[in-house]
């Protein structure tokens, strides 16, 4: 199985202050549809209530053990059970979306990770794990100037050393 990690972060590692974005980047979130259209999101419970609603074109699988089932979402309780569902549902790939606690618990496993360093400096209450992004194959990198609306960022697409 395939997996990707998708994420946002700031120049701290910032990922979010209660349970919302930190910024508003129009490409950067329709980069993130295009990475994770067509195959299932793994998500915390946290992310999940973060969403506008479900997202078209991707099953959410949530990672709680306090969620009651909902509608069209498939809710697991453990790593092992997120990556099962993915194969029941017929799939060969997912992608890890979120949040902090999640994203620890799937770097190991994910072949491609895909980060948005935004240059966002500022409050937050949630943070990407410490990593080391030198010890990975940088497979693509973008850099996106700012406007008068949003922040700089740069888009980097790594994989794991083989």
């Known amino acids: ?24 980047i129009s490409e950067d979130l329709k980069n993130f549809k295009k990475i994770t259209l067509g195959a299932p999101m793994i998500m915390g419970r946290n992310t999940f209530e973060s969403l506008p609603g479900k997202l078209p074109g991707r099953d959410h699988i949530v990672l709680s053990k306090t969620m009651g089932e909902t509608q069209g979402i498939y809710v697991v309780s453990n790593i092992e059970e997120a990556l099962e569902k993915v194969k029941e549902l017929g799939f060969d790939k997912a992608s890890v979306v979120g949040g902090a606690k999640v994203y620890e618990q799937f770097l190991p496993l994910c072949q491609h990770i895909h ?41 980097c697409h790594y994989q794991q050393k083989i």
């Open 1 to 24: 199985m395939i997996l990707s990690l998708v994420a946002g972060i700031g120049k701290k590692r910032e990922l979010g202050k209660d349970n919302k974005l930190l910024w508003h």
């Open 115 to 155: 980060i948005s360093f935004v240059d966002f400096s500022g409050e937050a209450d949630t943070f990407f794990p410490t990593y080391d992004f030198d010890k990975l194959e940088l497979m693509e990198e973008k850099n996106f100037e700012g406007t008068e609306k949003t922040l700089p960022w740069r888009y």
